[in-house]
């Protein structure tokens, strides 16, 4: 069983920048591919990045994409979601989601192949 626990989410202006950490318990996160989701109000989960189990690959959604970076700190069950150039359509709350990796640089896109979820942070972004 792994508890994911989010944090750094915000009142932020566009154009600002955001750091988003998850915090990992209960197993360590070193076999565990590892991604970020948001939902805004009314809308699906939507893919915003994941992260194989040891880096090696990173994946990105079309709406983040050149603006987001997505990282890990393995050693201290750590993930992160740098967020820069914020815009207002990125406002929803973000939420950590982890599965265990079954090939080598494993990523997902599917919140249907995540099998571990935090609650969630809000993010907000004022135009």
């Known amino acids: 069983q792994v508890m994911l626990v989010e944090s750094g989410g915000g009142l932020v202006q566009a154009g600002g920048s955001l750091r988003l950490s998850c915090a990992a318990s209960g197993r360590t996160l070193s076999s565990y591919v590892m991604g970020w989701f948001r939902q805004a109000p009314g809308k699906e989960r939507e893919f915003v990045s994941a ?28 993930v992160y979601l740098q967020m820069n150039s914020l815009k207002p359509e990125d406002t929803a709350v973000y939420y950590c989601a982890g599965a265990t990796a079954r090939v080598t640089d494993d990523v997902r896109r599917k919140p249907s192949q995540y099998d571990y979820w935090g609650q969630g942070t809000q993010v907000t972004v004022s135009s």
């Open 51 to 78: 992260i194989s189990e040891i880096g090696a690959r990173t994946d990105y959604g079309d709406s983040v994409k050149g603006r987001f970076t997505i990282s890990r700190d393995n050693a201290k069950n750590m």
